[in-house]
C-alpha cells in the first residue's frame, strides 16, 4: 500500500496520492505515500483527511530519525490543509517498533490523537519463506499436506494470467464466491486496473488453478519488498473435491519463495479466534499453512483542526 502502484490505483477512487521523502543530502532515509481525500458532502475549503496505511517507510531503532520525519510530516500536511491525519502503519502491537511509534505520537506535542476504528486488517497470518519447501510442507497441518498432495496428484495445474480476458474469467468466480460467502466484491475494472497496473513489472501475479481447462480457483499475489501479499482470491463451486485452492496456495509460496521474498502474508484474518466468527472458515485455512499470527498496532487519527475535523466526522 506503500508502492506508487496503489497510489495510482486509489487515484482511480478519488484520492489524490501523496509520494513523500525525507532526504539526507541524496539519499532517501525515509518516506511515506499518503492519500488525501475531502469527506463526502464536506466543502473542499474546509479541508481534507489524510491516511496513510501501512506506512511510514523507515527505521523505527533510529528515534532521531522519526521524530524529524514526523515533525516535517505534521508542517507538511498542515501547510497543506489537512484537517487530520490518519495512520495505519505496518508496525506489529507490542514491540519495539509500536513502542517508538507511540512514543512519537505522544512527542508531537498534538492535542487529542486517538484511535479509530481500522480501515485494515488488523490481524493477519504470516509465513516465513526462509525454510525449506520440504520444511514449509511439514510445517503445515497434516490435512493441508494431504490435500495439496491430492490435488497435485489429481492433475489440477497453476499457471499464471496473461490477458484481461484471464482477468475477466477469474472475476466471474468471485462473483460466485462473493455469492457464496456473503461478502461484496469491487468492480471487474478495478481488478483489471490492479493487473495492468502490476503485472508488467513483475511485482504481481494472477495463479489460476485449472483441471481439464477448467479454472476452479484464482488469487492475486503480490511481491513487494521482500514480502509476498495474498490479496484477493476466488474459487469455483465445481469440483471443490480437487483441492484447487491448497494447490494454488502452495504454487503461489514456491512462486514468491523463487523470486526473494523472506515471507508470505495472507492478508486478513478476524480479529478474535472465536469458532461462531464469520470470517472463521477464513481464519482456519490460512492457519493451517503454519505461519505465526500478527496483529498491527491499528489506526490513529492525529488532529491537526480539531474543531472541523469534529465537524467532517459526521460525514466520513
Request: aromatic share 12%; hydrophobic share 45%; net charge positive.
Amino acid at each position: 500500500m506503500q508502492s506508487w502502484e496503489w497510489g495510482e490505483l486509489k487515484a482511480s477512487a478519488g484520492w489524490s496520492p501523496l509520494r513523500l521523502a525525507l532526504w539526507d543530502g541524496t539519499k532517501i532515509v525515509a518516506g511515506a505515500q499518503v492519500l488525501c481525500k475531502t469527506a463526502p458532502h464536506v466543502p473542499l475549503w474546509l479541508g481534507h483527511l489524510a491516511y496513510m496505511p501501512r506506512g511510514p517507510v523507515l527505521d523505527w531503532s533510529q528515534a532521531d530519525l522519526c521524530t524529524l520525519f514526523f515533525r516535517e510530516l505534521h508542517r507538511y500536511l498542515r501547510k497543506r490543509g489537512a484537517l487530520a491525519l490518519r495512520i495505519e502503519p505496518d508496525v506489529e502491537d507490542g514491540t519495539t517498533q509500536s513502542a517508538v511509534l507511540l512514543q512519537r505520537l505522544q512527542a508531537s506535542g498534538i492535542r487529542g490523537i486517538h484511535q479509530v476504528h481500522a480501515v485494515q486488517p488488523l490481524r493477519t497470518i504470516m509465513l516465513a519463506l526462509t525454510p525449506s519447501e520440504e520444511e514449509l510442507m511439514a510445517q503445515m497441518k497434516e490435512k493441508w499436506r494431504y490435500n495439496v498432495r491430492l490435488g497435485l496428484r489429481k492433475g489440477v495445474s497453476v499457471r499464471a494470467a496473461s490477458s484481461l480476458a484471464d482477468v475477466s474469467a477469474w472475476y466471474d468466480l468471485l462473483q460466485t464466491t462473493g455469492e457464496r460467502d456473503s461478502f461484496g466484491i469491487h468492480t471487474l475494472a478495478y481488478y483489471e486496473q490492479v493487473w495492468q497496473l502490476y503485472a508488467p513489472s513483475g511485482r504481481l501475479r494472477l495463479l489460476l488453478a485449472e483441471y481439464e481447462g477448467q479454472l476452479l480457483a484464482g488469487i492475486f499475489v503480490g511481491l513487494m519488498a521482500g514480502q509476498a501479499i495474498y490479496l484477493y482470491g476466488a474459487s469455483s463451486n465445481e469440483q471443490r473435491k480437487l483441492m484447487p485452492n491448497y494447490v494454488l496456495q502452495w504454487e503461489a509460496i514456491r512462486w514468491a519463495r523463487e523470486h526473494g521474498a523472506q515471507s508470505y502474508d495472507f492478508w486478513g484474518i478476524p480479529d478474535t479466534d472465536a469458532e461462531d466468527e464469520a470470517m472463521a472458515g477464513v481464519y482456519r485455512f490460512k492457519r493451517g499453512w503454519g505461519g505465526r499470527v500478527v496483529r498491527y498496532v491499528g489506526n490513529y487519527e492525529i488532529p491537526y483542526h480539531s474543531l472541523l475535523m469534529s465537524v467532517a466526522r459526521r460525514f466520513l
